[in-house]
């Protein structure tokens, strides 16, 4: 075998350089050793865009080339494993460069993952009072910064303490409590709800309930109070009965988001005789608002199990009656499939 062989046997990432096979055939022939023929591929521009992060500012190289895919592959691992959409967002050889350049190795990237990880998860409560007490938002980037750098936590620190040294008026603060609070409920996919009764019902949770009242809540409990208001609402709405913050908390401990029990309800409430009566029918038992909680939020067995007979007799009662059909979802959640006359 030739040079030319031995390189593309070699060196199988000279694939992706974009060089001629011609170039690379003409450049081997006259060079003495494959060092001198790498020399020379390390110089074109494909070379470069394919390997963006191996040189270092003095030349010298951080790695091998095998060892940079292995690295990139690594890389793009942990990413996948936090969620990120690798093959979108990290697919091509520069979106993973400023990790090479910033000589992170795939270890401490790992952790360093981990740490914004737990930023994103634990931080709202955190940023939501930054906000309200100081008017400024408070990104996972700068908190990221003061988990991770002893300096960058005492100057946040400071910013915090000097922007509090006087506090907001009271009015300044309800309004920016409030804008949370309705961040919160748009985030979850609720109806819209009116600004300024919104923060008339925080002006009031605040004050326990009468507004100019002695009772004084703190920022969060006046945001959780909030968003059992806002679910309240929505099982009030559907005709159910309104569910304790206590069987919310329940619930929500469950890891069932805002925007998922409000849909629940309200498809509830809406086929509540219905379903009350399929499930009579076929276990010969009641199913209430709590069964439909159990079954549908805290996948207790004997009511999901009560609720599917339910709908399947619904199923086979709709198909000769041309009457609404429902189907269970992957996730044991019930879903409408529509009208049939089968």
Known sequence: MGLFDDLQGNYPWLADLGISPAWLQSTAAQANSAAEVLAEIRGTPGYQRRFGGLKRNDGSLRMSEAQYIQTENSYRQNLRQFGYDVDKDFKTPDTLVDWFKSEVAPDEQRTRLEVLDGVKKSSQATRDIYYVYTGKELTIEELYGAKTNEVAAKRLYRQYRDSVAVPPDYQTWLTRATQVALGKVTESGADAIDP???????????HGGTPGGSTRLSLIEMLSSFEFATIGAAAVNAGLGLPTKE????IRAAGVDKAKMIDAYSQFGQNQKS???????????????KDFEDSQFLGD?????ALNSGLQYMEAAGKGQGSFRFDESQTGRFVQRGLTNR
Not at 276 to 286: C, S
């Open 301 to 305: 067995a004997e009511d999901t199990e």
């Open 275 to 289: 379903f009350t009566a399929a499930v009579q029918r076929a276990r010969g038992r009641t199913f209430d608002q």
């Open 196 to 206: 300024e009764y919104a923060r008339s019902l925080m002006d009031q949770i605040h």
């Open 247 to 250: 069987r919310l908390a329940t």
